[in-house]
């Protein structure tokens, strides 16, 4: 197939939009599971230092 341009560029402002949003969604994530997960590695830190 023979794409213009114009349509070859669409494709990659599409594609630029879904990487922008998995990253906010990822960003997102991680704020806030970081506290819950950071928690559960400073127990287990804890729990290996007290033996």
Same mark, same amino acid.
């Given at each position: 197939?023979?794409?213009?341009? !114009? #349509? !070859? /560029?669409? /494709?990659?402002? #599409?594609?630029?939009?879904?990487?922008?949003?998995?990253?906010?969604? *990822?960003?997102? *994530?991680?704020?806030?599971? /970081?506290?819950?997960? /950071? %928690?559960?590695?400073?127990?287990? %830190? %804890?729990?290996?230092?007290?033996?």
């Amino acid at each position: 197939m023979l794409y213009s341009i !114009r #349509e !070859r /560029g669409q /494709g990659l402002v #599409e594609y630029a939009l879904i990487l922008v949003l998995v990253a906010v969604v *990822v960003i997102a *994530v991680l704020l806030v599971l /970081g506290p819950v997960i /950071g %928690n559960v590695f400073s127990k287990l %830190n %804890n729990s290996l230092s007290s033996f």
